[in-house]
């Protein structure tokens, strides 16, 4: 699959949105990147098998998904626009990027907590409350973004 230039990318981000990129990240987790209409239906909760058509179509023409004799819809190319762009896939799950930046730097503050504790000492107070303040910036943005997933 030849990468795609900036303009297409522009033109997929107007278009994935809503129930499309409810569709789209549908796909994106499910184990095998294909399903059904009827299965997106069910899963999605909408009211219709023809609203998932609508939307499997709208990739379709996006390049993005397939449809298999079978009647499945496969995905066939993982774009990063939009908010797409602040998650990555583990296994079948999709979690923000700042998930692994929150558990690091919060990592980082137990062990020094554990190896230094809390003395008397200026810069162990300033470590710690830079290191917890950035922590639970970090962590209110990972929530932040977990909220705003589009399924």
């Given at each position: 699959m030849p990468k795609r230039n900036i303009s297409d990318l522009a033109i997929i981000e107007s278009h994935l949105k809503g129930k499309t990129l409810r569709v789209y990240?549908?796909?994106?987790?499910s184990s095998n990147h294909s399903a059904g209409?009827?299965?997106?239906?069910?899963?999605?909760?909408?009211?219709?098998?023809?609203?998932?058509?609508?939307?499997?179509?709208?990739?379709q023409n996006l390049g993005l998904v397939e449809k298999k004799g079978t009647g499945e819809y496969v995905l066939i190319e993982k774009v990063k626009?939009?908010?797409?762009?602040?998650?990555?896939?583990?296994?079948?799950?999709?979690?923000?990027?700042?998930?692994?930046?929150?558990?690091?730097?919060?990592t980082m503050v137990v062990t020094y907590l554990l190896l230094y504790g809390v003395t008397g000492s200026v810069h162990n107070f300033f470590a710690l409350v830079f290191g917890i303040f950035g922590s639970s910036v970090l962590w209110i943005e990972t929530i932040k973004l977990w909220r705003e997933k589009p399924y």
């Open positions: 990240w549908y796909l994106l987790r209409v009827r299965e997106i239906q069910r899963s999605l909760h909408f009211s219709s098998p023809s609203i998932s058509v609508h939307h499997l179509e709208k990739l626009v939009g908010i797409l762009r602040l998650f990555m896939s583990v296994g079948r799950f999709m979690v923000p990027r700042y998930l692994f930046y929150s558990v690091w730097l919060s």
